[in-house]
């Protein structure tokens, strides 16, 4: 790779364990109080895969140059790890980003993310890192890479300066967003990035069918079968680290679950010889079918059907919240999803709209 790919004033591409440590060497060693504020992206591709692969960090620090990590190359993310146990990191919408440094050990002090700073004050939750650059900042940000293959090497000029691009203006849109906020809303901004900003709990393969839509539709013993093959392809796609479609499609798995038999045809799937043909697996599956269960193991919920009162209710909660959320200038869709009304006036305990800020926003809800 040229020198001029390698790095410019703004931003280092890093692809070995040295450059990494004395990079994160430079940020200890600059004086910056701790917790560091961060900015972070990442670049992924997800095409051939069961997870998504992890091309490219992107660190800003304020006084460094960028860091554009290279993760396909042979290098110790240790030095980076130590920085981020002792860092606040900025993302923009970033639960994929999250998930992604989560899975490689990258764990920081507290995650923040400018999407949800600008959801505490305006009525829209949704807006682009590129459009906050232009109406904050007045920086319009080429995004032509958008869609670039990350796997591929060497990375593209263009492509290095829309990734440094990505993080070089977070930091300052966090600010500017972060101080227009009360206090009030300042602890309510806290408190949700803590609470979107989780552990996830992992894949489970036995929760896979209820991506299914038709299986909720079948009788109980269709539905038994339904759940068993779709745990059983989750766990190959999963050992195999390629998308379950490639195993079977969703059609061929509900005609197996209503026959308990190979579906007709399953031979002309498009990934068939590649992987269902090969390694036993089809040997696997006729012994998967022959032990199909009789009843579900998981349970069908069944969601009411909302009555007319319900309905008015939902109705007028749905009223409340909007007044309140106008009122002081929160998204509404950041308060409540479809669900939360429903849940609320079956269960107004176990809501989170009776809960934390959400609570302290809405006051008694009219249920």
């Known amino acids: 790779m040229s020198k001029s790919q390698s790095s410019n004033s703004k931003f280092q591409l890093i692809s070995d364990s040295a450059t990494l440590s004395n990079w994160c060497q430079s940020l200890r060693s600059q004086g910056h109080e701790k917790p560091y504020l961060l900015a972070v992206d990442t670049e992924f591709?997800?095409?051939?895969?069961?997870?998504?692969?992890?091309?490219?960090?992107?660190?800003?620090?304020?006084?460094?140059?960028?860091?554009?990590?290279?993760?396909?190359?042979?290098?110790?993310?240790?030095?980076?790890?130590?920085?981020?146990?002792?860092?606040?990191?900025?993302?923009?919408?970033?639960?994929?980003?999250?998930?992604?440094?989560?899975?490689?050990?990258?764990?920081?002090?507290?995650?923040?993310?400018?999407?949800?700073?600008?959801?505490?004050?305006?009525?829209?939750?949704?807006?682009?890192?590129?459009?906050?650059?232009?109406?904050?900042?007045?920086?319009?940000?080429?995004?032509?890479?958008?869609?670039?293959?990350?796997?591929?090497?060497?990375?593209?000029?263009?492509?290095?300066?829309?990734?440094?691009?990505?993080?070089?203006?977070?930091?300052?849109?966090?600010?500017s967003l972060a101080s227009s906020l009360s206090d009030e809303k300042q602890r309510w901004y806290q408190e949700e990035c803590t609470a979107q900003y989780q552990p996830s709990p992992g894949t489970d393969p036995e929760s896979a069918w209820q991506k299914i839509g038709a299986l909720h539709l079948s009788?109980?013993?269709?539905?038994?079968?339904?759940?068993?093959l779709a745990a059983w392809r989750e766990r190959i796609a999963i050992s195999l680290d390629v998308p379950k479609k490639w195993i079977f499609d969703d059609d061929a798995l509900l005609l197996m679950a209503k026959h308990r038999s190979l579906a007709r045809g399953i031979q002309k799937q498009r990934y068939y010889k590649r992987y269902l043909g090969q390694n036993n697996l089809l040997a696997e599956l006729k012994a998967a079918l022959e032990s199909l269960p009789e009843a579900p193991?998981?349970?069908?919920?069944?969601?009411?059907?909302?009555?007319?009162?319900?309905?008015?209710?939902?109705?007028?909660?749905?009223?409340?919240?909007?007044?309140?959320?106008?009122?002081?200038?929160?998204?509404?869709?950041?308060?409540?999803?479809r669900d939360d009304y429903q849940k609320a006036l079956l269960n107004p305990e176990q809501s989170r709209l009776t809960q934390g800020w959400r609570a302290e926003l809405l006051g008694d809800l009219p249920i």
């Open 297 to 337: 193991t998981h349970t069908r919920i069944k969601p009411r059907k909302p009555s007319a009162s319900d309905k008015s209710a939902i109705n007028t909660l749905k009223l409340h919240i909007a007044s309140r959320c106008e009122a002081k200038h929160v998204s509404v869709s950041l308060v409540a999803n």
């Open 45 to 175: 591709t997800r095409r051939d895969t069961y997870f998504p692969q992890l091309n490219l960090i992107q660190v800003s620090a304020n006084s460094l140059p960028i860091a554009l990590i290279d993760v396909q190359s042979s290098l110790s993310l240790a030095p980076l790890c130590e920085i981020f146990a002792d860092a606040q990191v900025i993302l923009h919408s970033g639960s994929q980003d999250y998930t992604l440094l989560d899975g490689i050990g990258l764990r920081p002090l507290r995650y923040l993310d400018t999407q949800l700073a600008y959801a505490f004050q305006n009525e829209a939750s949704q807006v682009s890192y590129q459009n906050l650059a232009q109406s904050l900042l007045g920086v319009s940000l080429d995004k032509s890479s958008t869609q670039s293959d990350w796997s591929a090497r060497p990375l593209s000029d263009d492509q290095l300066t829309y990734a440094s691009e990505d993080v070089e203006y977070l930091i300052e849109i966090h600010s």
């Open 219 to 228: 009788h109980d013993r269709e539905l038994a079968a339904g759940q068993a």
